[in-house]
């Protein structure tokens, strides 16, 4: 399997502080990789760093054959690379529509095409509030908003951030059920994740990061049969 996102030799800084070592890691067209750790493991830096969020970051990213280390952020969700942060951050003031136009873009090669109607497809929850103002919406609600926006770029892969964080476990399900139906349509997934049993139901391949260093990489399967390091990077 060609990989459409690789990045190796990831360094990522804080000010004065050294956050990410020599992260490398590799997501192949079509396939679902979770990053998993715990909390203040690196997980979310990472996301930001591929994304170009992060102002101090050294080493390779790839995307789709292309160099997009030193691209601005935006140049980058226009080559087609979506981005889901663990903050929502929809527009509170923007109706359900409203938020997906600001995600618009044009259909792209290689790439599902979405439309509103697709997605509330996907998202029924949204469909029976296209008029709602964002800030009044649920948590939960809020999340499939921010992914469904994201989509509504027309991605060939899409980044998502502890997407089950702090989400009712109904939520939680419903969450699952989206990101296995983004894989049925052949969606690049990189799923940062605290949840391993979330992630086991979604994953073909994980890699487990602490302190910023990349512990493990092997399939879903190889790490759930893997208790040493399970207990030493994901128990809390």
Known sequence: M???LSVSGLEAFYGRAHIL???ALEVGRGEVV???GRNGAGKST?????VGLLADTRGERRFDGRDIARL???RIAQAGLGYVPEERRIFTDLTVMENLEVGRQPPREGAPAWTPEKLFA???NLAEMRDRPGGRMSGGEQQMLTIARTLMGNPRAI????????L???IVEQMAVTIAALKDEGMTVLLSEQNLYFARALADRAYVIEGGRIRYQGTMAELMADEAVRQAYLTV
Do not use: M, N, R
């Open 122 to 124: 996907l998202f029924p």
């Open 159 to 166: 980044l998502l951030d502890e997407p089950s964080e702090g």
């Open 34 to 36: 979770a990053l998993l």
């Open 21 to 23: 070592f020599e992260v």
């Open 72 to 74: 601005a952020p935006y």
């Open 46 to 50: 990472t996301l930001k760093a591929i």
């Open 2 to 4: 060609s990989a459409l």
């Open 168 to 170: 009712a476990p109904v």
